[in-house]
């Protein structure tokens, strides 16, 4: 049995949730190297929210990996992010 969504489609996101989505995604390998994803969720002001999936979800050094990993990719894009938070 397949359940749909009903209701309007999904906003396009914007230029920066694109680029900051482009961000998150090129730190996808590094995160499934151990087990892990981190997804795009949205952007509110300037922070990122990212949703950590396997074994990213609940991993003491997760916090890390946002901070040096996925903010310094966004800083080194120009992005107008401040801050990377786990939702």
């Given at each position: ?8 489609a ?5 230029e920066v ?21 981190i ?12 949703r ?17 990993a ?9 992005l ?8």
């Amino acid at each position: 049995m397949r359940f749909f969504r009903r209701g309007p489609a999904p906003e396009p996101l914007d230029e920066v949730s694109e680029a900051v989505k482009a961000a998150v995604d090129s730190v996808g390998p590094y995160a499934r190297s151990h087990g892990g994803a981190i997804e795009f969720v949205s952007v509110v002001g300037r922070v990122a929210r990212v949703r950590l999936k396997g074994a990213c979800k609940g991993c003491p050094m997760s916090d890390i990996t946002l901070r040096l990993a996925l903010e310094k990719e966004m800083k080194n894009r120009d992005l107008p992010i401040d801050k990377v938070e786990a939702v």
